[in-house]
């Protein structure tokens, strides 16, 4: 096992600098000089443009620049935020939170509804719900979901006045952050209308994210399922005489799983794609949100920063579900 | 349990003529009704995009503020010769979304081209030399699978600035790690085949041997990946003019108007509505075809 581990690490080291060069880069490959970039369009003076040159580094080898940058990273200083002046590291660590939290929703809303869904599917192969089951999963699949957001606030918000259209909390409450994440933290505030409020802007966000995870669970589970259930020991099960629901709770599901413990793993980088639309729509003060913005304010350091520590958690979930996987499956573990 | 595999006979009963390729996969393509629908679907798109100066009623790009934000024909205050209503600028949405179909198409097939061919070199080169060149141009590729599609195809953007030939660049890019991970795989698959062993034998040159020889019998993966991958396009590159990085007004994109269309949300249903759906009907319909020509074309899944 230990042996399994660090050749999966090994194998991270290449990426990872690979998304350093990546970042790196990023500001040097915008056409024009990094400067003037940021300056925008108000222009600046030759002088101060050397003096800034000088101050960034910018006048050094590239070679040395990557390994000032490196060192810099290493030491978690990315840098600050040409618009707000503030170190990217902080900015980040007060908007992550937003984003696991509505992400972990997403995750939890998907596998509450998907699992169960295609397990159903599955049992009853070829009935109307294992078809009705795989047609909406693979709507959802091409679910434009920035559309689907729009179209959510339309019915519930607009038509129904049932949820909020934007934010993360009604602007009545303030809640301290202590652990970020608003739901936990309005808990345990005193004001009791603050965490229903927290509950309500979360709902359509949460589907609209959990969205393209949904259809990709319940297609997975259906799929895995059929494969089990045709495996002899199923067929040993029912000989034995187990009841059908003790068949595919217990002896199905558990080896059904496996693919899909790996498929949930895999779609963080989904999930991440689909924050930054989900964010946008309904101004959710995350991640998504941050890095759309920095890119429209020019704001490169954020930008770089942003690569950088997304790339870095992408591939540690990454590393977690492969750990994870060989932990549950030794065929896995022990191949090459 | 049945009995029916006792009564199969044990050698298969020779046939006159094998039937032709093109019907036995239309044989069993057909046999799926979603992957027809999805092909007819996509067919009627392609129509309304060669034919849109034809079909659309009026001009994608006139506006005139006096019909502005009209309601659909079948709604109070809405008239036929605007079947969809208007947008907030008084342009026709029916046109619009006609012409838009021809962006999206192009956006889709564009894209998927360019990722195809560079996608096919790549993995075909990785693959057949092997060593240092497959490391360097695989670890490439998963860079780019590591970051979330979407942010690199914004920093892309960001780094070219916007517009539709960046953004199709961008998505390009971002899809491409797909094409080299497959060709690469089949490649390897069929290099040990000793019809390769028998090219290289009689004298087959490197080229020939991976461009003639085995290229062929590496295809049908990637026609299936193909149109998985122009659904992805399409979406991606929405997803690009909806955040105002893609194709730039007044370009009747979809997604692009689906951007214009947002602080409308609260008076006109209809500019926000449209433009989605046909984004959903057109992605949806080329993810049915990609799954049954998976189904067609992979032997592995057929059922005898």
Redesign the interface.
């Known amino acids: 096992m230990i042996r399994f581990i660090l050749t999966r690490l090994s194998l991270l080291i ?2 990872f600098i ?2 350093t060069l ?1 970042a790196f880069f ?1 500001i040097r ?3 024009g000089d990094p400067i003037e970039t940021m300056a925008g369009e108000r222009g600046i003076d030759p002088a101060r443009h050397e003096q800034l040159k000088k101050d960034f580094g910018l006048d050094r080898p590239l070679l040395v620049q990557y390994g000032i940058y490196i060192g810099r990273v290493l030491q978690g200083d990315l840098g600050k935020s040409v618009v707000t002046r503030e170190s990217v590291l902080t900015e980040f660590q007060t908007l992550f939170p937003a984003t696991v939290e509505l992400g972990i929703c997403a995750i939890l809303f998907a596998l509450i509804l998907g699992i169960p869904a295609g397990i159903l599917a599955a049992v009853r192969r070829n009935s109307i719900f294992d078809h009705g089951v795989m ?1 909406l999963s ?2 959802g ?4 979901i ?3 957001g ?2 959510l ?2 019915l519930f918000s ?1 038509q129904l006045g049932l949820t909020p259209v934007s934010g993360r909390i009604d602007v009545l409450y303030y809640i301290e952050p202590v652990t970020g994440f608003l739901l936990i933290d309005s808990l345990f505030s005193d004001d009791e209308g603050a965490f229903l409020s927290a509950l309500e802007h979360l709902i359509l966000p949460t589907i609209v994210l959990g969205t393209v995870p949904l259809a990709v669970i319940a297609r997975m589970t259906r799929s895995a399922m059929l494969e089990v259930l045709g495996e002899d020991y199923i067929r040993t099960a029912k000989a034995k005489g187990l009841s059908r629901f003790r068949i595919i709770a217990l002896h199905a599901l558990r080896n059904a799983m496996i693919p899909v413990v790996t498929v949930i793993g895999l779609q963080i ?2 999930l ?2 689909g924050a ?2 989900t964010e ?1 729509i309904f101004s959710w003060p995350g991640i998504g949100k941050w ?2 913005e920095a ?2 304010r020019r704001d490169y350091p954020v ?1 770089q920063g942003g ?1 950088l520590l ?2 870095a958690i ?2 540690s979930v ?1 590393l977690i579900v492969d750990l994870t996987y060989g932990l549950i499956n030794p065929r896995i573990r022990h191949t090459r | 349990m049945t009995t029916e595999t006792m009564e199969a006979p044990a050698v298969a009963a020779p046939t006159a003529t094998p039937p032709h390729p093109l019907r036995e996969f239309w044989g069993y393509f057909s046999a799926n009704h979603g992957a027809v629908a999805g092909l007819f679907v996509i067919l009627f798109v392609v129509l309304l995009a060669i034919f849109a100066d034809v079909v659309a009623p009026h001009s994608p790009y006139i506006t005139d503020t006096t019909i502005a934000l009209k309601p659909p024909f079948w709604q109070e205050g809405g008239s036929i010769s605007y079947p969809l209503g208007t947008d907030p600028i008084g342009r026709d949405m029916l046109s619009r979304l006609i012409y838009g179909a021809r962006l999206s198409l192009l956006i889709g097939i564009m894209v998927v081209t360019v990722s195809i061919l560079v996608g096919t070199v790549l993995g075909l080169v990785a693959g057949y030399v092997r060593g240092v060149t497959e490391i360097a141009i695989m670890r490439v590729m998963d860079i780019i699978l590591t970051l979330p599609s979407l942010l690199l195809a914004i920093v892309i953007v960001a780094i070219l600035g916007p517009g539709l030939i960046n953004s199709m660049t961008a998505v390009a890019l971002v899809i491409l790690p797909h094409y080299v991970r497959l060709a690469r795989a089949a490649v390897i698959t069929e290099v040990s085949k000793d019809y390769v062993m028998a090219a290289r034998v009689s004298g087959a040159g490197p080229l020939r041997l991976m461009f003639k020889e085995v290229l062929p019998n590496c295809t049908a993966p990637l026609i299936v990946q193909a149109s998985l991958g122009i659904s992805t396009a399409i979406l991606d590159a929405a997803a690009l003019g909806f955040l105002g990085l893609g194709a730039q007004p007044p370009a009747p994109e979809w997604g692009t108007m689906l951007a214009d269309a947002r602080e409308f949300v609260l008076r006109a249903w209809w500019v926000v509505t449209f433009p989605g759906l046909a984004i959903l009907i057109t992605v949806l319909a080329f993810n049915l075809l990609g799954d049954g020509l998976r189904d067609a074309l992979d032997p592995k899944l057929k059922r005898s």
Request: proline residues 7%.
């Open positions: 290449p990426t690979g998304i990546a990023l490959l915008v056409p047609g693979l709507t699949y091409s679910m434009p920035f559309w689907w729009l179209i606030i339309l607009v980088g989904v991440f794609t930054i639309l946008t890095l759309i890119i429209f930008l690569i997304v790339g992408v591939m990454n």
